[in-house]
Nanobody, 120 residues
Framework: QVPLVESGGGSVQAGGSLRLSCAAS????????MAWFRQAPGKEREGVAA???????IYADSVKGRFTISKDNAKNTLYLQMNSLTPEDTAMYYC??????????????WGQGTQVTVSS
């Protein structure tokens, strides 16, 4: 069973919005930090946003003010609200969970990813 499953990706015009979801698939992640990463072709995977068990959040400079990370502990679901999207946001987006609270790839559990494509 895959512990994390992303959904909500798709194609959108520049300036539009998308909301990504990540379900824990029956696992409890209330005590974990969770994060969103993304990877575009020819580019390394980068951290986008992270949220800890106390709901403190951190963001990459490139998305600060445009993206919001949140979670619903009762549903074991993580969200990423993405506004004012640009073509530079085009990437495969992955959710992750673990004991760390960073924007580096140090998380224990990973989802399969959901594609986000932003057209100009």
């Amino acid at each position: 069973q895959v512990p994390l499953v992303e959904s909500g990706g798709g194609s959108v015009q520049a300036g539009g919005s998308l909301r990504l979801s990540c379900a824990a698939s029956g696992y409890t992640y209330n005590s974990y930090s969770m994060a969103w990463f993304r990877q575009a072709p020819g580019k390394e995977r980068e951290g986008v946003a992270a949220i800890n068990s106390r709901s403190s959040a951190i963001y990459a400079d490139s998305v600060k003010g445009r993206f919001t990370i949140s979670k619903d502990n009762a549903k074991n679901t993580l969200y990423l609200q993405m506004n004012s999207l640009t073509p530079e946001d085009t990437a495969m987006y992955y959710c992750a969970a673990g004991a760390v609270f960073v924007l580096y790839s140090a998380y224990k559990y990973w989802g399969q990813g959901t594609q986000v494509t932003v057209s100009s």
